[in-house]
């Protein structure tokens, strides 16, 4: 049987379609981009090398080929077509477990059931591909001997002291000899075996976690006072600032050795020490010069200075690129945001009094300040560009993020 139409009947028909088409189109989100769709990281072979890549807009781009963060080029085999495989993936088991970063990834292991023979080491929240802010647990967490301990100096005495965080309670106190004394800093080399403390008494001091005794004094040139504190991020090389008018120099410890390996000349009474993420530059802060010092750390060499004056302390985002400078010369204090591939000033944040310490949160988000002689604590708020700043009274020292 054949069906005949009228023309009316046609045309009210397609009139029909053409409607229902124009509602699909608009009911589409068309102009979403690949970007959108795949968030995040993959590695892929690129002149059969592996290479950390991501979208922009519609278009692969390639992040980098170096290592970076969790990404490590050398756990990638490019010698087959397709995508590159873990290497080792194919062998017998236990597999090497892997997360979105890669193996090791940024996945935290849970504490350890035994009492640790090292300090307690956290693993990053940062690591590729970023995680966002989580906040966090508010029931209280179970004790056990796994949790962070603290170190703390005592300028006035030859000595550390080693606090447990869960419970609170001072573990032990450490004597460092009495020539040295005068503690300033301390830091912790990766591993967790190993702090390393300055002596404004002409000393560096090592000390082994596992036994909490110093195992060796590095006394150096009574022209030089050990003040500020940095380690590398392979745990090979400590930094070391001289807070000495007559010889403001930074030195450079090989951690394995103990022995001095270079003598960096720099600013008046350098103080702070800070690396970048991937160690790769060194930034010398003064409270009494009138700029701040950046060296190459590969080439132990001068890379430029910057004309901000009675620095104290600098904060990195997770990529390293873009600095943020805690400065006095201002009233109130400001902290100067740079971006660390032109050494430019972007941005400035008015905040309290003598700024001193800075850190940056779990999220590149928000910076922490302690205004020193303002008796405040500014946050800033890096997405909304907006400062806070709150009085706490005395003079704020320190920061730490417990997690």
Same mark, same amino acid.
């Given at each position: 049987?054949?069906?005949?139409?009228s023309?009316?009947?046609?045309?009210?028909?397609?009139?029909? #379609?053409?409607?229902?088409?124009?509602?699909?189109?608009?009911?589409?989100?068309?102009?979403?981009?690949?970007?959108?769709?795949?968030?995040?990281?993959?590695?892929?072979? /690129?002149?059969?090398?592996?290479?950390?890549?991501?979208?922009?807009?519609n @278009?692969?781009?390639?992040v =980098?080929?170096?290592?970076?963060?969790?990404?490590?080029?050398?756990?990638?085999?490019?010698?087959?077509?397709?995508?590159? +495989?873990?290497?080792?993936?194919?062998?017998?088991?236990?597999?090497? *477990?892997? $997360?979105?970063?890669?193996?090791?990834?940024?996945?935290?292991?849970?504490?350890?059931?035994?009492?640790?023979?090292?300090?307690?080491?956290?693993?990053?929240?940062?690591? #590729?591909?970023?995680l966002?802010?989580?906040?966090?647990?508010?029931?209280s967490?179970?004790?056990?001997?796994?949790?962070?301990?603290?170190?703390?100096?005592? +300028?006035?005495?030859?000595? &550390?002291?080693? *606090?447990?965080?869960?419970?609170?309670?001072?573990?032990?106190?450490i004597?460092?000899?009495?020539?040295?004394? @005068?503690?300033?800093?301390v830091? *912790?080399?990766?591993?967790?075996?190993?702090?390393?403390?300055?002596?404004?008494?002409?000393?560096?001091?090592?000390?082994?976690?596992?036994?909490?005794?110093?195992?060796y004094? #590095?006394?150096?040139? $009574?022209?030089?006072?050990?003040?500020?504190l940095?380690?590398?991020?392979?745990?090979?090389t400590?930094?070391?600032?001289?807070?000495?008018?007559? @010889?403001?120099?930074?030195?450079?410890?090989? %951690?394995?050795?103990?022995q001095?390996?270079?003598? &960096?000349?720099?600013?008046?009474?350098?103080?702070?020490?800070? &690396?970048?993420?991937?160690?790769?530059?060194?930034?010398? !802060?003064?409270?009494?010069?009138q700029?701040?010092?950046?060296?190459?750390?590969?080439?132990?060499?001068? /890379?430029?200075?910057?004309?901000?004056?009675?620095?104290?302390?600098?904060?990195?985002?997770s990529?390293?690129?873009?600095?943020?400078?805690? $400065?006095?010369?201002?009233?109130?204090?400001?902290?100067y945001? %740079?971006?660390?591939?032109?050494?430019?000033?972007?941005? !400035?944040?008015?905040?309290?009094?003598d700024? =001193?310490?800075?850190?940056? $949160?779990?999220?590149?988000?928000?910076?922490? *300040?302690? @205004?020193?002689?303002?008796?405040? /604590?500014? %946050?800033?708020? #890096?997405?909304?560009?907006?400062?806070a700043?709150?009085?706490?009274?005395?003079?704020?020292?320190? /920061?730490?993020?417990?997690?």
């Open positions: 049987m054949n069906l005949r139409f023309t009316s009947t046609k045309l009210m028909a397609g009139g029909i #379609l053409l409607s229902m088409g124009w509602f699909v189109l608009a009911s589409c989100d068309c102009d979403e981009s690949k970007e959108d769709k795949y968030p995040g990281f993959w590695v892929a072979c /690129i002149g059969n090398k592996p290479a950390l890549m991501s979208y922009s807009g @278009n692969a781009t390639i =980098s080929s170096d290592p970076a963060a969790s990404f490590n080029p050398a756990e990638y085999d490019c010698s087959h077509n397709g995508s590159p +495989h873990y290497k080792g993936s194919e062998s017998d088991a236990p597999f090497k *477990v892997g $997360s979105p970063a890669g193996p090791g990834g940024y996945g935290r292991k849970p504490h350890q059931t035994a009492a640790p023979t090292a300090a307690f080491i956290p693993h990053q929240l940062r690591d #590729l591909p970023f966002p802010d989580t906040p966090p647990s508010q029931a967490p179970n004790c056990d001997s796994s949790f962070p301990d603290i170190l703390q100096t005592d +300028h006035n005495l030859p000595m &550390l002291t080693r *606090v447990s965080t869960c419970p609170f309670a001072i573990k032990t106190v004597p460092v000899p009495t020539i040295a004394g @005068n503690t300033l800093q830091q *912790v080399t990766p591993d967790g075996s190993t702090a390393i403390a300055t002596s404004f008494g002409s000393a560096v001091n090592f000390i082994d976690l596992a036994t909490n005794t110093v195992t004094t #590095l006394m150096t040139d $009574s022209s030089i006072n050990p003040d500020g940095a380690i590398s991020p392979d745990g090979a400590a930094y070391v600032t001289s807070f000495n008018p007559a @010889n403001p120099v930074v030195l450079v410890i090989n %951690i394995a050795s103990k001095i390996t270079a003598t &960096l000349n720099t600013i008046q009474y350098p103080s702070g020490a800070t &690396l970048t993420p991937d160690g790769s530059q060194l930034w010398i !802060t003064s409270p009494l010069a700029s701040v010092d950046i060296f190459d750390t590969l080439s132990n060499t001068r /890379i430029t200075g910057l004309a901000i004056a009675q620095t104290v302390d600098v904060a990195f985002n990529t390293g690129t873009h600095a943020y400078v805690t $400065s006095g010369q201002t009233i109130p204090g400001s902290v945001e %740079i971006d660390t591939a032109t050494f430019k000033t972007t941005n !400035t944040y008015t905040v309290g009094l700024p =001193s310490d800075i850190k940056m $949160s779990y999220g590149d988000q928000w910076l922490v *300040v302690n @205004n020193d002689s303002g008796g405040s /604590i500014s %946050i800033i708020d #890096l997405l909304k560009g907006t400062v700043t709150t009085a706490v009274g005395a003079s704020p020292t320190g /920061i730490a993020f417990v997690h």
